[in-house]
Each structure stands twice: as C-alpha cells, then as structure tokens.
T-cell receptor, first 119, second 116 residues
Framework: GAGVSQSPRYKVAKRGQDVALRCDPI?????LFWYQQALGQGPEFLTY????????KSGLPSDRFFAERPEGSVSTLKIQRTQQEDSAVYLC?????????????????FGPGTRLTVT | AQKVTQAQTEISVVEKEDVTLDCVYE???????LFWYKQPPSGELVFLIR??????QNEISGRYSWNFQKSTSSFNFTITASQVVDSAVYFC?????????????FGSGTRLSIRP
C-alpha cells in the first residue's frame, strides 16, 4: 500500500479484556514506532523497532503493554487486561532509515491510528 | 531530555489572516531535529517540516514559513493568508540527536481554527 495502515480503526473493549492492534508499515521501511495519543494531548512515544529488534520500549506504560515485529514488517501492539486509562488513539509510524541523522530517511509517516475505548 | 512548550492552546482567525504558532523547546542535546506536524480532523499526522540543529536558516514553503532561532530555543511557524483547510492541530516536536532512535517528543499542540 501507499501508506501506513492500521487495524482495526476502532476498538471497544470491556475492562479486563486483552486487545491486539495491528500496524502495516510502508514496505521496505526499517523503523517502526508506536505512539499513544490521549484525548486533547500530543502523541507520546511507546516503543521503537529497527527491523525485528525492539530497540527502545521505554515509553510502554506498564507490563500489560507488549509489542512485537517478528519478521521486521507488520507489528502488533498488545494490551493485556485493559483499563479505562488505556483509552486513547494508538498511532503507528514508520521510516525508511534505521538511524537518525540520515535526513529524509528519518522522516516518520504516520498511520490513521486505532481508537481504543475501554468501558 | 527534551521538552517542548506550545503556549497557545487554541487560536481562531478569519480566513486570509496571517497566523503564527509559537514553539519553545528545551534540550540538552547539541544535535537534534525539530519537526512540525499537522493533525487535521481526520486524525492522521502529516509531516510539514524537519530542521536540524545546525541549520538556522529560515524556510519558506508556499504559504508556510518557519523561523528557527537557536539562541532563544524557538521554532515558530507562520501561515500566510490562512485558509479554512489549514484548520487542524499543529504539533512542534524535537527529537534526540543523531546517536539514538528518532522518537519524536510531541508538544501538547495548538488547535488552529480558520473561520470563513
């Protein structure tokens, strides 16, 4: 596809349920990022992959959050035992380069996001 | 660590007016990037500009212009002759320097409304 795609676009979960959010990056993009955007706030970094390696997971808010990218392309963000505070839009972004400082290669392209509502 | 302040929470102007969105950032990195992103009502973040910390030249792209002043840690964004389609939330965002992954640290954003 032409851009980053995410599915589902909307997800409603009951508190305590597990959810899995999918991100399909732009083909050939080395880097993949997950962000969480609460209502009225800017996106906040969750985690970063370079190919299949998760190089930074410092933004994951708790051990209920888990991300993987086993083959270096599609990524899944899993949230276990969802809580109401997990309600947010989850954004995925990909970039061509694997290293900052490569100018245009570091530009991140964002997907439309998955809006998660925990009731 | 980086911190960005977008003091203007919301701005509303009439179409064709010029508008400037302010951004002040703090960073201990000597090398870093600064970004502006636009988030229209559809929700998808759109890249507008990337600046590296070594390049303090102002930039103009059509109706958009950016003023980067390292001495005051500001990276302001001006839209000339605003249009209704410019209505969106705009985020200023610094990133760490070249030695680490380019995770973007977003500010809280400025909601811009252009009235016809």
């Amino acid at each position: 596809g032409a851009g980053v795609s995410q599915s589902p676009r909307y997800k409603v979960a009951k508190r305590g349920q597990d959810v899995a959010l999918r991100c399909d990056p732009i083909s050939g993009h080395v880097s993949l990022f997950w962000y969480q955007q609460a209502l009225g706030q800017g996106p906040e970094f969750l985690t970063y992959f370079q190919n299949e390696a998760q190089l930074d997971k410092s933004g994951l808010p708790s051990d209920r959050f888990f991300a993987e990218r086993p083959e270096g392309s599609v990524s899944t963000l899993k949230i276990q035992r969802t809580q109401q505070e997990d309600s947010a839009v989850y954004l995925c972004a990909s970039s061509l380069g694997g290293t900052v400082g490569l100018g245009p290669l570091s530009e991140q392209y964002f997907g439309p996001g998955t809006r998660l509502t925990v009731t | 660590a980086q911190k960005v302040t977008q003091a203007q929470t919301e701005i509303s102007v009439v179409e064709k007016e010029d508008v400037t969105l302010d951004c002040v950032y703090e960073t201990r990195d000597t090398t870093y990037y600064l970004f502006w992103y636009k988030q229209p009502p559809s929700g998808e973040l759109v890249f507008l500009i990337r600046r590296n910390s070594f390049d303090e030249q102002n930039e103009i792209s059509g109706r958009y212009s950016w003023n980067f002043q390292k001495s005051t840690s500001s990276f302001n964004f001006t839209i000339t002759a605003s249009q209704v389609v410019d209505s969106a939330v705009y985020f200023c965002a610094p990133t760490p320097g070249y030695s680490s992954a380019s995770k973007i640290i977003f500010g809280s954003g400025t909601r811009l409304s252009i009235r016809p």
